[in-house]
């Protein structure tokens, strides 16, 4: 697959968005299976700067219809059904009221509307439209920080073109602000399909003061769960305090591109394999003509693309996924149950004053650090898939944390 070329940088975009209509955008010789040439005439943007999926469909009929087939991904089961003791972990926090599995991209904007997670600001809308992007970039930082109401009225757009192209004709363009400042110069090191996932599966917090979606580190060295927590603990964050514990805690979200890149990933083994590659993949249409599939699945799904990419290497792929999730899921079970419980005696111990206050706040603090490492495995979307030595790693250490903390009663 041809490397798209990557346009990083805040100046180049504004530069690209005014300059849409010219080819200053577009990237040299179109040579893609399902690309409609060079000569594509690009749409014009709607009132919110982005040319929406719809106003692609003509242009890319396939890809367009690729897109579409994302809206019979809608189921979205409770977490809390499944896993009762989440309740106890997210106590104090939204999670323990709502939580359900993802679906796909083209119900962003729905679900967060849906959530019984309340939400104040237009934040949270930064990785469910494109729309929001935008205004953040032609605008600034303060967007964040609107009220929520105010900015959804406007926007109508889930995740869609402009997401990971820009207004371009398919090559790929970041525009999320957060992941090219965190980035910086290593954004030439990791491979742009990668990239493009990683604007929004990723681990996040809004700045205490902006309210700026705002990446917990500074360089790809930086990108690792130990440095993560180690700078969460240096500026003494907390997302929610625990009601039953008191504990001020960390709560992560969807670390997909972390964990992909993580130590311990097999990727290379496999050829540099990106997000791409395994979730979106090749398909013909009726003409016979290729071209790359938009519709955001599992690989156990995709017959095709198992049979084209992986069945080289693996003979029961399904097996090989299947066993490290069911692994996964117990031992993330047996270790977040240890931790619903030390939530439990720490807060009867801080009733009952059987600790001091001394050993609360040792308690408390490896508490917290023991949830936080559960919970970059637990929220990681894959359930140990795409890293199964990382997901392990993860859990030796909350557990290590967990079993440390609840020897002291
Ligand atoms: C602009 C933000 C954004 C980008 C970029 C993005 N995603 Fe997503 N993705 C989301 C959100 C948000 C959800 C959850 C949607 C929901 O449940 O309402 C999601 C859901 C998904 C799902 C469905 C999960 C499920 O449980 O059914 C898959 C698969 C997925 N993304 C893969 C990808 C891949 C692969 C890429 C890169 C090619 C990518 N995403 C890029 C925001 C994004
Ligand atoms: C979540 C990210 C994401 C979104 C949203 C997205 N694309 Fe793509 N698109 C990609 C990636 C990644 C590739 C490159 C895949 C590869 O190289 O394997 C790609 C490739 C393409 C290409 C080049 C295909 C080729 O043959 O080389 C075109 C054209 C394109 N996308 C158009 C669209 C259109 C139109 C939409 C909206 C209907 C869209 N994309 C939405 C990620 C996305
Ligand atoms: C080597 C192949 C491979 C690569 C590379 C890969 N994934 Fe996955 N991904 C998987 C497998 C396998 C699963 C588990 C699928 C299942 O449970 O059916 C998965 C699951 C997911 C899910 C949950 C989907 C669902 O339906 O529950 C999301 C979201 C996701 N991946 C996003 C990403 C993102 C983002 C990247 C890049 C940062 C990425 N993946 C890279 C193979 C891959
Ligand atoms: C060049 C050979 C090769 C190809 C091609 C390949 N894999 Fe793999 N894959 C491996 C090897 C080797 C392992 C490690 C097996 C083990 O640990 O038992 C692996 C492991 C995995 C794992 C588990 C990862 C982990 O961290 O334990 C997943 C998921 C996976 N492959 C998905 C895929 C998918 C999806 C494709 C096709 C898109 C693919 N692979 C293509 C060789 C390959």
Redesign the pocket.
Same mark, same amino acid.
């Given at each position: 697959m041809q490397k798209r070329r990557l346009f990083i940088g805040l100046g180049i975009l504004v530069l690209c968005i005014l300059m849409l209509t010219v080819v200053a955008c577009s990237n040299g010789p179109n040579s893609r299976p399902g690309g409609s040439g060079s000569n594509v005439t690009i749409p014009d943007p709607n009132e919110n700067g982005i040319v929406t999926a719809k106003q692609w469909a003509e242009i890319h009929p396939d890809i367009y219809a690729s897109y579409m087939e994302n809206l019979k *991904?809608d189921q @979205?089961p409770s977490y809390l059904l499944q896993f009762p003791y989440l309740v106890t972990l997210y106590d104090g926090m939204g999670f323990a009221k709502d939580y359900n599995?993802?679906?796909?991209?083209l119900?962003?904007l729905q679900?967060v509307a849906e959530t019984a997670r309340p939400h104040a600001l237009a934040n949270c809308l930064s +990785?469910?439209s494109?729309e929001l992007t935008v205004m953040v970039n032609t605008s600034g930082d303060s967007i964040y920080a609107t009220d929520f109401a105010e900015i959804y009225g406007k926007i109508s757009e889930p995740?869609s073109c402009y997401? #990971?192209h820009a207004n371009t004709n398919g090559d790929i363009v970041l525009s999320s602000k957060f992941l090219i400042n965190a980035l910086g110069a290593d954004a030439s090191k990791v491979n742009s399909n990668i990239l493009? #996932?990683g &604007? +929004?599966?990723n681990e996040y917090y809004f700045d205490p003061d902006s309210k700026a979606v705002t990446l917990p580190w500074n360089g790809i060295d930086k990108m690792r769960p130990d440095d993560i927590l180690a700078y969460y603990n240096s500026i003494k964050f907390v997302d929610f305090t625990n009601s039953i514990s008191n504990t001020g805690m960390i709560k992560i979200q969807h670390p997909e591109m972390e964990t992909v890149l993580g130590q311990g990933n097999k990727m290379q083994i496999m050829g540099g394999l990106t997000?791409?590659d395994c979730? @979106?993949g090749i398909a013909t249409n009726t003409a016979g003509d290729s071209y790359i599939s938009h519709n955001? &699945?599992s690989p156990l799904e995709n017959q095709a693309l198992i049979d084209s990419k992986c069945s080289q290497c693996h003979n029961n792929l399904a097996k090989t996924v299947g066993d490290i999730q069911s692994e996964i899921t117990a031992r993330e079970t047996v270790v977040g149950q240890k931790i619903a419980s030390l939530h439990q005696a720490i807060g009867k111990a801080a009733a009952d004053g059987s600790k001091t206050d001394t050993e609360l706040a040792e308690l408390r603090s490896l508490l917290r650090d023991s949830q936080f490492y559960w919970d970059f495995c637990f929220v990681e *979307?894959s359930e140990g898939a795409h890293n199964s030595a990382f997901a392990r790693n993860l859990l030796d250490k909350a557990e290590g944390l967990v079993d440390q903390a609840l020897a002291k009663f």
């Open positions: *991904n @979205m599995e993802a679906r796909s991209h119900y962003t679900d +990785c469910k494109p995740v997401s #990971c493009a #996932c &604007q +929004c599966h997000c791409s979730h @979106m955001w &699945q *979307n």
